[in-house]
């Protein structure tokens, strides 16, 4: 890891010293910071007295956080299921750790492989088409889901209108036109066997598909996609022609392509994936990555997939068991010590492709503010972890009987820490302390709280 992370980490400690002010919905660094302060940072201006003194700071900075990490713990409120690590970002040294090989359900913290992996197997800039195609001269015309988990009603008007233009330059010579579904891009269950809850309600997730609408939550979202084209599709067309929708079936190889609209990039995608812990998004782009990794795009083809991507970055998989891009399947395991080397692999701006998680846009929720850890969700309010607000990033996790938080702060020494906290194993009152006790962790990592 280079200069690029130094001047990452300077720009991170203004904002904890007070250097930068970060409002709700705006990030609290951009790249063209980091890009700025590594020319400082890498100018060759410090003397010995200076190294050694720096060398000092961190020394001190780190007991501190070892000290009162170890105050938090000792108490218990965490949980005896609970593990966790805390690392120094730039030379990997363990700065406080608690069973940190210890495998434990991690939750929605299992979204952050999702992401590191759609970032990397596809691209930033990757969309994903959903098409209307159509043989020239028939009266059928198929809906090709491609993957798009929010299509909105103003891109299925849009392929309405670019069908019914279509028809109408090439009329079919019928009265009757036909929409048929060809959803096929995605195979296998829907929703996994081990999900809680008998695979959760439509809010927490719907059967995955391969077209979801944003906003409307039903148990086929593809076939409402191709029935709401259908329905605009008839509206355009006139009078002089009726629309219908008729099930199912591949679209013909021959048949051409008459209608194009595009998802949003997949860096957008990812985001809404880290900050609102979106599951649906995330079951989706897991398939995609399957697809790109050449497997099938399935639970188990894009968990595989995930992990190859993983290794190919040169992570360390061991000590993992990925069931889902969600995590909403109690049998993904990790460590402390697992997570913590991705958040490190993120850190990396030698990994251009990863930037939208740290570098651009905020992509990770922030304490107390933004995402799943604002503070009207009850994060970082306590006495011990407001001081955290605004200077943490974190993705959290929160099953029925499971906790997670793992993210980066910046250490009084100006220096970037990572950290993976896991609890398992709490419910009621206890799973309320334990989260408050977590925040409270993570607020003991930051400068802001020293």
Known sequence: ????????????????????VAHANEPIWTIDDARQLVRTAQSDTQN???????????VDSEYKIATRIQAKVSTARLGAASSLQVIDVASGDVIYQRKPAMARTVASNTKLLTAVAALHSLSPKQRFETTITRRPGKATVHFVSGGDPLLTRG????????????IKRDNPGRKKITVKLDDSLFKGARKHKSWRQGGYNLG????????????????????????????YLDSYLG??????????????????????????????????VLLNSDNQ????????????????????????????VLRRLGIDTTEVTMIDGSGLSPLNRMTPRFLTSVLRLAADPAHKELRSILYQ?????????????????????????????????????????EIALSGYAVGSDGRLKAFSILVNSVRGSAKVTARQTMDE??????????
Do not use: W
């Open 204 to 231: 927490t997730i719907q059967p995955v598909r391969a077209t979801a609408r944003a906003k409307i939550r039903v148990k086929d979202s593809s076939m409402s996609a191709a029935r709401a084209f259908a329905v």
């Open 239 to 272: 009078k002089s022609m009726s629309v219908r929708y008729a099930g199912r079936a591949q679209a013909p190889r021959r048949a051409v392509t008459v209608a194009t609209v595009r998802s949003k990039r997949v860096k957008k995608l990812v985001r809404l």
């Open 361 to 401: 846009g905020s992509a990770l929720p922030v304490a107390g503010r933004t995402g799943t850890l604002r503070a009207s969700y009850g994060r970082f309010t306590s006495a011990e972890a407001r001081c955290g607000a605004g200077h943490i990033l974190a993705k959290t996790g929160n099953l029925d009987y």
């Open 441 to 450: 962790v993570a607020a003991a990592i930051s400068g802001a709280c020293a």
């Open 1 to 20: 890891m280079g200069g690029g992370l130094i001047a990452y980490v300077v720009t991170l400690a203004l904002v904890a010293s007070g250097g930068a």
């Open 155 to 166: 891109k299925l008007r849009k392929l309405a209108r670019q069908t019914a233009d279509d």
């Open 281 to 308: 998004v995330a079951e989706v782009l897991l398939r995609h990555i399957a697809l790109a990794e050449g497997r099938k795009p399935t639970f188990k083809g894009g968990a595989r997939a995930t992990l190859q």
């Open 48 to 58: 010995d007295g200076e190294l050694q003194a720096s060398a000092q700071l961190r």
